[in-house]
């Protein structure tokens, strides 16, 4: 499967309000953002499910792919195209109780060292999650920075597509598409810049 070369990730965390993150999100979609993934861990569960709900008919009106993160439940109910799962979520989708209609969700596997990367391998997912390829601000770092080097390890051990996360600017991307992934993850590096416009647009343009 081909996935876009920049994935953005955001929740209500990032943003003083709602209104300024569907604000940000609508625009960045309507200047060429072409996947979106909603990584919220503060919100309450009806509130998770009403703002998917409400990314899900945003990102179908611009065409957009949408992943949520660690619900595999709720990318179904809103009708997500995938879902990205941890590696403490893996068995949420080997369990025999999960709806058939799941299989028709991309799922992603987020990996920090060879071994995770081998584990994840074998549940034949739709992609890769390597990281951190930097120290980031966004998220509490459990794993130490990999660099371009985890891109490239990770390569040797599966043509699956990887998606490369961790402190990524535009300047590194080139370098981290060379080494073998076919996306780049942000989320601060959008959110914080005085215009997340145009430092998407680097990044598309890397």
């Known amino acids: 499967m081909s996935f876009p070369k920049l994935l953005y990730i955001a929740g209500s965390q990032d943003f003083p309000d709602k209104a300024s993150f569907f604000s940000c999100l609508e625009r960045l979609l309507s200047e060429g953002l072409s996947w979106f993934q909603f990584r919220d861990k503060s919100l309450a569960e009806n509130e998770l499910f009403a703002w998917a709900l409400e990314i899900r008919e945003l990102t179908s009106r611009y065409n957009a792919l949408l992943t949520i993160n660690d619900r595999p439940?709720?990318?179904?109910?809103?009708?997500?195209?995938?879902?990205?799962?941890?590696?403490?979520?893996?068995?949420?989708?080997?369990?025999?109780?999960?709806?058939?209609?799941?299989?028709?969700?991309?799922?992603?596997?987020?990996?920090?060292?060879?071994?995770?990367?081998?584990?994840?391998?074998?549940?034949?997912?739709?992609?890769?999650?390597?990281?951190?390829?930097?120290?980031?601000?966004?998220?509490?770092?459990?794993?130490?920075?990999?660099?371009?080097?985890?891109?490239?390890?990770?390569?040797?051990?599966?043509?699956?597509?990887?998606?490369?996360?961790?402190?990524?600017?535009?300047?590194?991307?080139?370098?981290?598409?060379?080494?073998?992934?076919?996306?780049?993850?942000?989320?601060?590096?959008?959110t914080k810049s005085p215009n997340p416009v145009n430092t998407m647009k680097d990044f598309l343009n890397s």
């Open 73 to 190: 439940d709720v990318a179904w109910l809103v009708g997500s195209d995938g879902v990205h799962l941890g590696q403490d979520d893996i068995p949420s989708i080997t369990s025999e109780l999960l709806p058939r209609d799941y299989q028709s969700l991309h799922i992603g596997i987020s990996t920090h060292n060879l071994y995770e990367v081998k584990r994840s391998v074998i549940l034949s997912p739709s992609y890769l999650g390597v990281g951190p390829i930097n120290p980031t601000k966004t998220k509490d770092l459990e794993h130490p920075p990999r660099g371009i080097q985890g891109i490239i390890e990770t390569r040797k051990i599966t043509p699956l597509p990887l998606v490369a996360i961790g402190g990524i600017t535009p300047a590194l991307a080139g370098e981290i598409f060379r080494a073998g992934a076919q996306t780049v993850a942000v989320s601060g590096a959008i």
